[in-house]
């Protein structure tokens, strides 16, 4: 349920998100939606959640299982691409344009889960320009905070080029941190 709300949240949106469509592509009545949540922004909130733990769970090991803080970041581009073939990569996106700037637990609950992930890439950066294998820049959050836009864009904008979208997902990210090129292996 919870996936077929996140395809249906990628594509219409939230204001034009039908629950009934949703409880019938995942095989539910909406009787029986609607037994396991309350209403649309209670569906919105679980999904956020779902999306969020499920790429911890899927990309998030990639970035633990790389010590060198730059293959964790290509990682996690990469990571990302393979994610968002599930067509749920405008989930985040799609909600960002319609709660933005608005007071409302979606857009709260999503300004949280997105901090999340700049900060870890903020740490990641600090860390790689520590280590001297990402050049000194703009201010870590700034650069963390382009470097999340971009791979975003970029699995939107190559929704179903595989395997094109996880290599230039990959690029985008070495360009914003500022790489001449991906590191040797990985192009």
Not at 6 to 26: C, D, K, M, W
Not at 51 to 80: S, Y
Not at 127 to 150: E, K, Q, Y
């Amino acid at each position: 349920m919870l996936e077929s709300a996140a395809r249906g949240l990628s594509r219409y949106g939230y204001g034009n998100l039908v629950l009934e469509h949703v409880a019938r592509e995942a095989g539910y009545t909406r009787g029986a939606l609607y037994h396991q949540f309350k209403d649309k922004e209670d569906l919105a909130l679980a999904v956020i959640d779902w999306v969020d733990q499920t790429w911890r769970r899927e990309v998030g090991k990639l970035i633990e299982e790389e010590p060198d803080p730059v293959l964790a970041l290509i990682a996690l581009a990469r990571g990302h691409a393979v994610y968002c073939r599930r067509d749920v990569a405008r989930v985040a996106m799609a909600l960002k344009l319609e709660f933005s700037g608005r007071d409302h637990p979606v857009g709260r609950r999503l300004e949280r889960v997105s901090e999340s992930l700049v900060t870890l890439c903020a740490r990641l950066i600090d860390a790689g320009r520590t280590a001297r294998t990402i050049p000194a820049g703009p201010p870590a959050g700034t650069v963390a905070l382009a470097l999340v836009g971009a791979l975003e864009g970029t699995v939107i904008g190559l929704a179903g080029q595989a395997p094109h979208d996880e290599l230039l997902a990959a690029r985008a990210v070495a360009g914003v941190l500022g790489l001449q090129r991906l590191p040797d292996g990985l192009d």
